[in-house]
């Protein structure tokens, strides 16, 4: 069971990526889950489920990146169980940070567990004006230096000029991390997403 955190800032499209990328994956004969860390925030109809076989956990009342981490650890223990997804595809609270919840997917024992990356979603529309806000842009970086990938969302909302702009703030903060464009809303760049994923 391979675990990949998509984080985010409220706005960047976590919601949309994931539901994308949980069909992508879902359509190669894999089974999906989905963690959701606030009820109602992926709004996944019946038909969706269905049709992909995915499975959606919610875990409310807090961030599951510090008082709900024994949350995360018994929810990825149920679906194992109950479930045996291939895939685990957790949507923090997008006020959370990567690393601790990543330290929430490290106190699972005794299961086959991979770790997958982190992805944190940069919004391409305004993540620029975002990282230039004194205590938003201090917080923001934070979710980027926890990133093994950066996918700036929404590329199809901004010019190339912009999004290499945006790929410079970026490596600024983390030089180490894979940057990617997307658009979750058209499709475009989810397929090498995907590859990185699965």
Same mark, same amino acid.
């Given at each position: ?5 998509? #984080? ?20 190669? *004969?894999?089974?999906? #889950? ?18 992909? =076989? ?7 009342? =807090? ?5 709900? +981490? ?5 929810? +990825? ?10 895939? $685990? ?5 997008? $006020? ?19 770790? =997958?990356?982190?992805?944190? +979603?940069?919004?391409?529309?305004? *993540? ?24 700036? &969302?929404?590329?199809?909302?901004? =010019? ?13 903060? &983390?030089? &180490? ?9 058209? *499709?475009? *760049? ?7 994923? #699965?």
């Amino acid at each position: 069971m391979k675990v990949v955190q998509v #984080a985010g800032f409220l706005g960047s499209g976590k919601t949309t990526t994931i539901i994308a990328l949980s069909k992508m994956i879902a359509s190669r *004969g894999k089974k999906v #889950a989905v963690i959701v860390n606030e009820i109602g925030d992926v709004p996944v109809d019946a038909k969706v489920v269905s049709e992909y =076989g995915l499975k959606v956990r919610d875990i409310g009342g =807090g961030c599951i990146c510090c008082e709900l +981490l024994v949350s995360l650890a018994y929810t +990825l223990e149920e679906l194992a169980r109950s479930y045996s997804p291939d895939y $685990v595809l957790i949507e923090p609270s997008g $006020v959370s940070i990567p690393s601790s919840v990543k330290d929430g997917i490290g106190l699972v024992k005794g299961l086959n567990l991979e770790k =997958g990356p982190v992805i944190v +979603l940069f919004d391409g529309e305004r *993540g620029h004006e975002n990282l230039l806000d004194e205590d938003l842009g201090k917080f923001i970086k934070r979710q980027i230096a926890g990133a093994d990938v950066v996918a700036i &969302n929404k590329i199809d909302a901004i =010019g190339d000029e912009a999004a290499r702009s945006q790929e410079e703030l970026i490596r600024a903060v &983390n030089p &180490n991390a894979k940057i990617l464009r997307i658009s979750a809303k058209d *499709g475009v *760049g989810l397929e090498e997403l995907v590859s990185v994923i #699965a």
